[in-house]
């Protein structure tokens, strides 16, 4: 799976893409990532936005 900042809104046109296959180590490097980049609060919302962006890799690839 993968999360794209492409395709997030961001005033940073920030262009960085995550991948994994383990979940959890995704979805905790994208949430450092949106925390320490681009100011985002640490918290269960911030994790389920970012969990409903991950897409399969190969589709992304497309």
């Given at each position: 799976?993968?999360?794209?900042?492409?395709?997030?809104?961001?005033?940073?046109?920030?262009?960085?893409?995550?991948?994994?296959?383990?979940?959890?180590?995704?979805?905790?490097?994208?949430?450092?990532?949106?925390?320490?980049?681009?100011?985002?609060?640490?918290?269960p919302?911030?994790?389920?936005?970012?969990?409903?962006?991950?897409?399969?890799?190969?589709?992304?690839?497309?």
């Amino acid at each position: 799976m993968m999360i794209d900042c492409r395709d997030m809104p961001s005033d940073s046109n920030c262009t960085l893409a995550i991948a994994g296959d383990d979940l959890e180590d995704l979805l905790d490097a994208a949430t450092q990532h949106a925390i320490t980049k681009h100011g985002h609060e640490e918290g269960p919302e911030l994790r389920e936005g970012i969990r409903g962006g991950l897409k399969p890799v190969e589709s992304a690839m497309a």
